[in-house]
């Protein structure tokens, strides 16, 4: 031991101390927050069984990378050890060679069944399933089935759900619960204390995410079959459901503000790899709102005459996007939930319509009696022909946050017709999309209303 | 039977076919489709034992109200046959003196129960436990326990936790969980089934949903107890959780669309409703984005002379609400995870403020080439100092992303210092706290860079 550094080999005793008592979720928060080469030594020092434990935590970070430091041989016995659903996410996420490598040392069966999961596309049913789950011949006893299970209880992700296939054919018939099945007598047929006349819930092999959240939550299940043309491929359980939609969320979350999903913690994004992320968008929006200057540019002339109509420009074109945003979170939510379906748009945009009317009505009164307020108070001189301008503000309010409304509520469904997930839309994009648009409304309504007296 | 109405009886028949025999949760969603009355009628029809099960489902759309449809007697039975959660989830929704009325007809012990657990904040942990869970004295063997869990299995909602109490104390000591427990022999005692050294994983009972979510996705549970001074007060299944948090991903949408949250499904709401959720932050937005037009006014010497300034106002303000609203999702989703905590403010902002740099600076050059390339191809006349007016667009746009992205992250530090959830800041709450300074900035900038030319 090196007398130069008894502090480090009094912190590795204590850190060994934790590693081998503290609960296992604790082990990889602790784990996440030290430097990846601090990690990769405690990983050295941890016993293999625990080494399992912590590499099953889907909350473990880097885990790709912590697993390459490990030797070979460890990380294939590793890989082996842990359940299917996160060796195959930790290897979907390594690059060639390391991924062949790896697959090279395991056994063929598990290779062969890790190779048919990483087939799936990332974030369907199949690409998240674990193959260890428990299905019984229907012709066993409950006797027989209970056996079974106590035998490979440590082996599998859930015993509480049991799935009954057929004896000849192997599809999926039936499944039960262990709690009903330890309500039956060791020698009554298994199926006696399955549903007598119900098919399990299942989904496909391409099922998305957010089907199967919904699915899962619809019928209260611990765990959703993955079944191919009858045969039960695999199972995904609530627990890996739970972390697939907190991820998910976060997506959202950061979609809806106007950028690409960072997939990394905030903190531990490189500054290179978040500016990436942001910049497209960020650009894509600046660019097309350049076409604001462009409509503005348009109407110069009328700028230079009435010079007072500027002041209200980003009021104006602030409470399009406003209301667009408000209508675009509305229906984005209401699809992702199913409330509605894409062929209800039409019902959407009656419902927006007159919403928008309502709303941009309030937001017209609003302005006008501030303007008439500024006039009144002196504050503010808007010239003889205030009240004109008043009810351009006006009229225009209420045309913007109409068409913001409307669009903002049909925004998701184009973008979903044309292929692309709905909530793809984003409150900076709908701006976008209404900016140009409330310009050219706002200028139209000053034409018709102020012509023959500033315009 | 009215030989009338032939065809509402056949349709009466196929019905109660399907309410016999399809899953509840379709048949839960078959009855939201429903107008009320049909509702109400159809649930006449369902035998007891179906009704319960219907009324267990949280998605039922207005089960209060159809509850008190029911005749009061029914309604009492019903109950008290339901779950104890849901029981108070339906409660909790009623108004006085409907609710006093059922607690009033149940039996004492029951509603003791449910006022204690309506006695807490709505949201808690508390308020969405079941007290129907499986706890056993710790001097129990594990054959013992199995015959009570056989016994009690119909009315638990959950038998698959297992917690253990010291038999003097009542505190809990230990939880285990069913497959354990088949594993074990029916002499050993209980306590040898269950982790040897570790202490449950517990909430108090003002836990919030959100930590909920958190707790039980990273420790892998099923359910987690709730514990007040040692003692087991009820149990959150993951099912309820997950029921939570679609319902808390909805209000986060809508909120960071800049409005209250809905509460209900978005086709299902009045239009009057409606109004009022969007119409009190749309107000509240449009007052406060007034601002803009008395800055505006303060620059309109400015303004007068050099009009084509006002041709890239539209584009620089939005430029610095896109880059908030990114920061803004990035720093509330952080939060929520936990990722960083209301004291990293300083970590966030000293990241924020070299992307936000780098950001503009991206958009800058954009913004020049622009400019330059209209001038250029001849598309536009920018006059004479046109190289000077764009770059006071390119610094302006410095400045305002790099404002927009640190006023946007630190909104969410900010809401949640003075005691707000930190998911209220909005992308169009972002907006408009950049624009006004936004337009600032821009004639800042341009009042140093074109004195003396257009100023």
Chains 1, 2 share one sequence.
Request: negative net charge; hydrophobic residues 50%.
């Amino acid at each position: 031991m090196n007398e130069f550094a008894p502090v480090a080999s009094d912190e590795a005793v204590a850190i060994a101390r934790i590693l081998a008592n503290d609960h296992v979720a604790d082990i990889v928060e602790a784990l996440n927050r030290e430097p990846r080469a601090t990690a990769t030594e405690l990983l050295c020092e941890v016993k293999f069984e625990r080494l399992v434990e912590i590499f099953d935590q889907p909350e473990l970070d880097a885990a790709p990378e912590l697993m390459l430091a490990l030797p070979r041989a460890k990380a294939g016995k590793l890989l082996t050890a842990m359940s299917v659903d996160r060796a195959a996410d930790i290897l979907r996420e390594l690059d060639e060679p390391a991924r062949s490598e790896l697959l090279g040392a395991l056994a063929p069966q598990l290779r062969a069944t890790l190779l048919s999961i990483l087939g799936y596309p990332e974030g369907s049913a199949a690409s998240i399933m674990t193959t260890e789950f428990v299905s019984v011949p229907s012709d066993w006893t409950v006797g027989r089935t209970l056996d079974h299970i106590r035998k490979v209880e440590r082996t599998r992700e859930t015993v509480y759900a049991i799935y009954i296939v057929d004896p000849e054919t192997q599809l999926l018939v039936r499944s039960t619960g262990l709690r009903r099945l330890i309500t039956g007598e060791p020698d009554d047929p298994i199926m006696s204390v399955a549903p007598p006349d119900r098919m399990p819930v299942t989904v496909s092999p391409l099922t998305d995410r957010e089907t199967l959240a919904q699915t899962i939550s619809k019928y209260d299940l611990l765990a959703l079959p993955v079944v191919d043309h009858g045969k039960i491929l695999g199972i995904v359980t609530i627990d890996d459901i739970i972390d697939t939609m907190i991820e998910e969320t976060t997506e959202d979350v950061h979609r809806f503000g106007g950028m690409e999903a960072l997939g990394e913690p905030y903190m531990k994004m490189s500054f290179l790899a978040m500016v990436k992320k942001r910049a497209g968008w960020l650009c894509a929006l600046f660019i097309s709102e350049m076409l604001t200057a462009n409509a503005m540019q348009g109407y110069e002339s009328e700028l230079e005459k009435a010079i007072v109509l500027t002041l209200f420009i980003p009021l104006i074109m602030s409470s399009g996007g406003n209301s667009g945003s408000q209508a675009t979170s509305l229906v984005i939510r209401a699809l992702a939930l199913r409330e509605i379906g894409p062929r209800d748009w039409w019902r959407v945009a009656l419902r927006e319509l007159p919403t928008g009317l309502v709303l941009g009505a309030i937001l017209g009164v609003v302005g006008i009696c501030r303007i008439a307020l500024w006039q009144y108070m002196g504050f503010y001189d808007y010239g003889a022909h205030w009240p004109l301008i008043a009810t351009t503000v006006g009229l225009a309010l209420v045309g913007i946050v109409t068409f913001g409304s409307l669009s903002g509520s049909m925004l998701p469904f184009a973008l979903k017709r044309i292929g692309f997930d709905p909530a793809s839309a984003s409150a900076p994009f709908v701006a976008t999309l209404v900016d140009v648009t409330g310009l050219v409304i706002y200028f139209s309504v000053a034409l018709v209303i102020l012509r023959g007296t500033l315009l």
